[in-house]
């Protein structure tokens, strides 16, 4: 039976690492992948993290399932650094909350939750997103459709066109947001923005569901909160699916969070026991380690004021390489095609590439960002950006 199946062509993210690691070139950069890198081209454990591993390994008495929600600091935790303690939502119980294998895992398990409200519920999710949101959400069942974000080739958020296609959404559609940092274009909603939207969702009645990746390293952790808290207060609902594998460096832990608000506590207790249910259904029960490491740091104040430093020097590093990046491709290219790198966020910008000059650029100059010309800022480093820059100056 299984012979009848044929195989699939690499990941565009995943299969861009992999071609960089089979590159025998000992100068090769792989800007693929969405992970941060050091100056020396390493993903770090964080400090926090391994003082709070050593405990909750010492502290470890069984390794029996943990319960069907998840770690109750690790939700109790994040849900406080994303709504402050204080919210509205969190002093009225209005949060559902299940800890989900990444932030993967909490998409997967906010879209089965949507299916299972309407079964032909439509996500709206913005042109262009992250390359994995409709394989995985459209997988669910979810009707999946974009509206207009970013140009590619202006580096401009096309707002008046993203507003004008959620001007025709209304109640049962659902509209994916990037909280910050977005990803792949690194342009994020201004604040003026971000009210927009939410005066559109009030109006119109939609749901927005808020994907959030990357929290801390754009402007800090509340600047970065400002549109998801904003449609926490005024909003009757809400989705929010959160990743900690990028702001604590947990990737292969596997540590996210899928979160509801909902207009009454006791939503908050039937969508919790239905994204349990949806967990059982997929996977049963959710992965120990990382969450319980995220647990530790943000019950711990010390602790939490170190991962927070953390996370802010790792903005800066990025946010700094963003400017070196830029100003290389000034010089390089002679031009001021580039400066638009400097003012993004987060791990990513598009380089405005066709498919074929980044082939040119991988195969001629051992420089690998994806196929859609989308870089990770983080793998730059000041040894590799003069070769970076003359690469995408030769093939553009
Ligand atoms: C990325 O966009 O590179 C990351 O979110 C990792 C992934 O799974 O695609």
Same mark, same amino acid.
């Given at each position: 039976?299984?012979?009848?199946?044929?195989?699939?062509?690499?990941?565009?993210?995943?299969?861009?690492?992999?071609?960089?690691?089979?590159?025998?070139?000992?100068?090769?950069?792989?800007?693929?992948?969405?992970?941060?890198?050091?100056?020396?081209?390493?993903?770090?454990?964080?400090?926090?993290?391994?003082?709070?591993?050593?405990?909750?390994?010492?502290?470890?008495?069984?390794?029996? $399932? &943990?319960?069907?929600?998840?770690?109750?600091?690790?939700?109790?935790?994040?849900?406080?650094?994303?709504?402050?303690?204080?919210? *509205?939502?969190?002093? /009225?119980?209005?949060?559902?909350?299940?800890?989900?294998?990444?932030?993967?895992?909490? !998409?997967?398990?906010?879209?089965?939750?949507?299916?299972?409200?309407?079964?032909?519920?439509?996500?709206? &999710?913005?042109?262009?997103?992250? +390359?994995?949101?409709?394989?995985?959400?459209?997988?669910? /069942? !979810?009707?999946?459709?974009?509206?207009?974000?970013?140009?590619?080739?202006?580096?401009?958020?096309?707002?008046?066109?993203?507003?004008?296609?959620?001007?025709?959404?209304?109640? /049962?559609?659902?509209?994916?947001?990037? /909280?910050?940092?977005?990803?792949?274009?690194?342009?994020?909603?201004?604040?003026?923005?971000?009210?927009?939207?939410?005066?559109?969702?009030?109006?119109?009645?939609?749901?927005?569901?808020?994907?959030?990746?990357?929290?801390?390293?754009?402007?800090?952790?509340?600047?970065?909160?400002?549109?998801?808290?904003?449609?926490?207060?005024?909003?009757?609902?809400? !989705? &929010?699916?959160?990743?900690?594998?990028?702001?604590? +460096?947990?990737?292969?832990?596997?540590?996210?969070?899928?979160?509801?608000?909902?207009?009454?506590?006791?939503?908050?207790?039937?969508?919790?026991?239905?994204?349990?249910?949806?967990?059982?259904?997929? $996977?049963?029960?959710?992965?120990?380690?990382? *969450?319980?490491?995220?647990?530790?740091?943000?019950?711990?104040?010390?602790?939490?004021?170190?991962?927070?430093?953390?996370?802010?020097?790792?903005?800066?590093?990025?946010?700094?390489?963003?400017?070196?990046?830029?100003?290389?491709?000034?010089?390089?290219?002679?031009?001021?095609?580039?400066?638009?790198?400097?003012?993004?966020?987060?791990?990513?910008?598009?380089?405005?590439?066709?498919?074929?000059?980044?082939?040119?650029?991988?195969?001629?100059?051992?420089?690998?960002?994806?196929?859609?010309?989308?870089?990770?800022?983080?793998?730059?480093?000041?040894?590799?950006?003069?070769?970076?820059? *003359?690469?995408?100056?030769? &093939?553009?």
């Amino acid at each position: 039976m299984l012979d009848a199946l044929q195989p699939l062509p690499p990941d565009p993210i995943l299969g861009t690492t992999v071609a960089c690691r089979n590159d025998p070139n000992p100068l090769k950069v792989d800007l693929g992948v969405g992970v941060y890198k050091d100056d020396n081209g390493t993903t770090p454990i964080f400090r926090s993290v391994l003082q709070a591993e050593q405990r909750v390994l010492a502290d470890q008495a069984t390794k029996a $399932y &943990v319960s069907p929600p998840g770690d109750a600091r690790f939700i109790s935790g994040i849900t406080r650094e994303l709504f402050g303690a204080d919210h *509205a939502v969190v002093t /009225g119980a209005r949060v559902g909350a299940v800890q989900a294998p990444g932030g993967s895992g909490a !998409l997967r398990l906010g879209a089965g939750l949507l299916l299972r409200a309407k079964g032909d519920t439509q996500l709206w &999710v913005p042109a262009p997103t992250w +390359g994995n949101h409709i394989p995985l959400m459209g997988a669910a /069942g !979810l009707d999946m459709q974009q509206y207009p974000y970013y140009d590619k080739q202006t580096h401009v958020i096309e707002f008046e066109a993203m507003v004008d296609t959620l001007k025709q959404r209304g109640p /049962g559609d659902v509209v994916l947001l990037h /909280g910050c940092c977005h990803n792949p274009c690194g342009a994020d909603l201004t604040r003026e923005q971000w009210d927009t939207i939410g005066d559109l969702a009030e109006e119109r009645g939609f749901t927005p569901y808020v994907d959030f990746a990357y929290h801390g390293l754009a402007e800090g952790m509340d600047a970065d909160a400002y549109g998801v808290r904003m449609l926490a207060d005024r909003l009757p609902e809400l !989705l &929010v699916a959160y990743s900690a594998s990028k702001n604590f +460096g947990l990737y292969r832990e596997r540590t996210g969070l899928a979160l509801t608000i909902t207009a009454t506590a006791d939503g908050a207790s039937t969508a919790t026991s239905q994204m349990a249910n949806i967990a059982r259904e997929l $996977y049963s029960m959710p992965p120990a380690h990382g *969450a319980s490491i995220v647990g530790e740091i943000l019950d711990d104040e010390v602790l939490t004021a170190d991962w927070k430093a953390e996370v802010g020097q790792m903005r800066e590093r990025i946010n700094g390489l963003r400017a070196m990046l830029s100003e290389h491709l000034r010089t390089a290219t002679d031009s001021t095609d580039f400066d638009y790198i400097a003012g993004e966020r987060g791990m990513f910008s598009f380089l405005g590439l066709s498919p074929e000059q980044v082939t040119a650029l991988q195969n001629d100059h051992s420089v690998y960002p994806i196929p859609s010309s989308r870089v990770n800022i983080a793998g730059v480093t000041e040894e590799n950006v003069a070769r970076v820059a *003359a690469g995408i100056a030769a &093939v553009r």
